[in-house]
Structures are given as structure tokens and as C-alpha cells.
């Protein structure tokens, strides 16, 4: 009686699984310290196999960011109910989710890694970007942003970037500050650009409208207005 047959995976099958492995030694190590031995180990399969699926480890590391920029474009998903500083402050939790899951290979990849160079591995990482700056002009109920708030809210996309890497390099200040600080930011962002234009003005006052006294927003008006008064 024959037990523990291996069941022969089919060829999407089989490279979902070398993506899902690749991304699981990507998120513990950098990508140039895991080999293509590494992954086929991995996956119980040989080396020689893998490039019946993949051209090469390249081409591997770009379908595994792939799957990964789709996986971060969604941790901004947000449904547009209750305040804007609660709805930021869910969205940025998600985003350290992942650098938390994905760390070596988030540092990798906006630090500079073997595929960053490459013109898709970019339009991915610019993907994501788009889809972050989407989703908050949505909550902002904005369709074509003024030249101030795009200026406001790609410089805040960028700073959440370098706040995670900051982070991940010896997580020296608690995640959860982290993520309340970046909302601040957005308010005091917005803020600084409402001190210059009518319009931001407007949304600025909009903002705090809708913001309950025990929102991040107000939390940081009341610690400015301590700080202004001491």
C-alpha cells in the first residue's frame, strides 16, 4: 500500500508556491543573501526545476513584489466611515503591518535592492504610492487635488516610508507612537499649507470639524496649544 504519495502540483500552483516561499525568505533575510538553492529547498523541488517557472531569480524576486505591492496597495483600503484621524490612523496600522511582516524585504526594496533598478520593479513601488495618494484623497473628498494637498499628501507618503525604515533599523521608538506621530504629521502638514492657501484653509477646519475631542487630531492641537501656553 503506497502512503504519502506527493501530489503533483500543476504549473500556476506550483508557482504561486515558489512566489509564496521567496516572499517568506525575502521578509526574514535580504533577497541577496537568499539564493535560488535556498528557495528550491524550500519548496522540495531542485534548482534546475525552478527555472522551468522562472527565467531566473530576478524574475522570481519581481513576481514576489508584485504579489507583495498588490498585498500593501490594499492595507490602505479603508472604508470612509467616522472621523479622518481615526480612518489614518487604521490605515497606517495596516502599513506597519506589513514592514513588520515584510521587513528585510521592505528595507530591500526602498533602500535600494537587485531589482530596484529594473523599470517594473520602480512602476511597482510607484503603484503603491499611487494607490496610497488615491485612497486619501478619497477620504479627503477631493477627486483632482490642488497643487498644495498633492504636495501635501505624496510628501507624507514619502515620510511614512522613511519613518518605517527609520523604524526597522533597531525599532528604537514603539510602533504605536510611530503611527500616531505620522498622523499628526498629515494634520501639521496640512496645517503648515493652510497657513499659506484659502483652500487649505478650508479643508483644514473641515478636518478638525469632524474630529471628536478624543481623535488624533485634536490630541495634537491640545498638545500644541500646552506647548504654546508652558
Known amino acids: 500500500m503506497r502512503t504519502g504519495a506527493r501530489r503533483r502540483m500543476g504549473v500556476e500552483e506550483r508557482r504561486q508556491q515558489l512566489i509564496g516561499v521567496a516572499l517568506e525568505l525575502f521578509s526574514r533575510r535580504s533577497p541577496d543573501e537568499v539564493s535560488l538553492d ?11 526545476l525552478v527555472y522551468h517557472y522562472f527565467p531566473g531569480k530576478l524574475s ?28 489614518l490612523l487604521r490605515m497606517t496600522h495596516r502599513f506597519f503591518d506589513f514592514v513588520d511582516e515584510h521587513g528585510p524585504g521592505f528595507s530591500e526594496l526602498m533602500g535600494g535592492g537587485p531589482a530596484v533598478g529594473s523599470s517594473r520593479t520602480n512602476a511597482l513601488v510607484e503603484g503603491v504610492r499611487q494607490a496610497a495618494y488615491v485612497q486619501i484623497l478619497s477620504h479627503l473628498d477631493v477627486d483632482t487635488a490642488p497643487a498644495r494637498l498633492e504636495l501635501v499628501i505624496r510628501s507624507w507618503i514619502s515620510l511614512a516610508e522613511s519613518t518605517a525604515l527609520l523604524w526597522l533599523d533597531g525599532r528604537r521608538i514603539p510602533r504605536d507612537e ?4 505620522l498622523v499628526h504629521d498629515f494634520a501639521a502638514l496640512t496645517a503648515v499649507s493652510a497657513a499659506q492657501d484659502a483652500d487649505m484653509a478650508a479643508l483644514f477646519r473641515k478636518m478638525l470639524a469632524d474630529e471628536p475631542r478624543e481623535g488624533p487630531f485634536s490630541d495634537l492641537v491640545g498638545h500644541l496649544v500646552s506647548l504654546a501656553d508652558a
Open 38 to 48: 535556498e528557495i528550491a529547498s524550500a519548496a522540495g523541488i531542485s534548482r534546475p
Open 60 to 87: 522570481l524576486y519581481e513576481a514576489a513584489l508584485k504579489q507583495a505591492s498588490d498585498d500593501l496597495a490594499n492595507r490602505f483600503v479603508e472604508s470612509r466611515e467616522g472621523p479622518l484621524g481615526a480612518r
Open 178 to 181: 510611530l503611527e500616531l506621530q
